[in-house]
């Protein structure tokens, strides 16, 4: 069943797309919810003299999610999740934390143009944020133990260091006392 969609739906296609979805999804759900009609021959024709009369609002918001974009481009993410002994993460880290990490840095983001494999464990994930049909951005999401273990590594690497300066003094006295 082909239906012209009213809106964008993540997962399926944007506002003015022409998609063929089942016939018990388009009738049950998207026609009844006002998400989008069925794409009769009529249609098709209101639906493309619509966007020939909107071409110049459809390009200043593509623009506009593109310099959005612009602004996400260097973005990257870095979550704190409680974690098990074994590495697992207690629950998961999902679209609501990237999208509250965002707001956090200024940059506002509905969470419903995020899409992302939930992060069960630690390691680097990447979420995708929808801006517009053409503008995707990828924002890269580091996903690391509430209780940083990486702290103690630096710590550990401080001393290291001190010690190689003392040892490069060490030989620089030495030759001065003979």
Sequence with gaps: ??????????????KNDIVN??????????????????????????????????????????????????????????????????????????VNQVAEELQKLGKEVDRKIITMKEAKTIG???????????VTVEVPVKVVAENAPVEEKKEEEAPVVEAAVETEEAEVEAPVAE
């Design 1 to 14: 069943m082909e239906i012209i969609l009213k809106e964008d739906i993540i997962g399926l296609g944007y």
């Design 21 to 94: 979805v089942k016939s018990g999804y388009g009738r049950n759900y998207l026609i009844p919810q006002g998400k989008g009609v069925i794409a009769s021959p009529m249609a098709k024709k209101i639906l493309a003299e619509n966007l020939k009369q909107q071409a110049h609002k459809l390009a200043a918001l593509k623009a506009e999610a593109e310099k959005k974009a612009a602004t996400l481009k260097d973005v990257a993410l870095c979550i704190a999740a409680k974690v098990s002994a074994t590495g697992q993460l207690y629950g998961s880290v999902g």
């Design 124 to 134: 680097d994930f990447v979420a995708l944020v929808h801006l517009h049909k053409e």
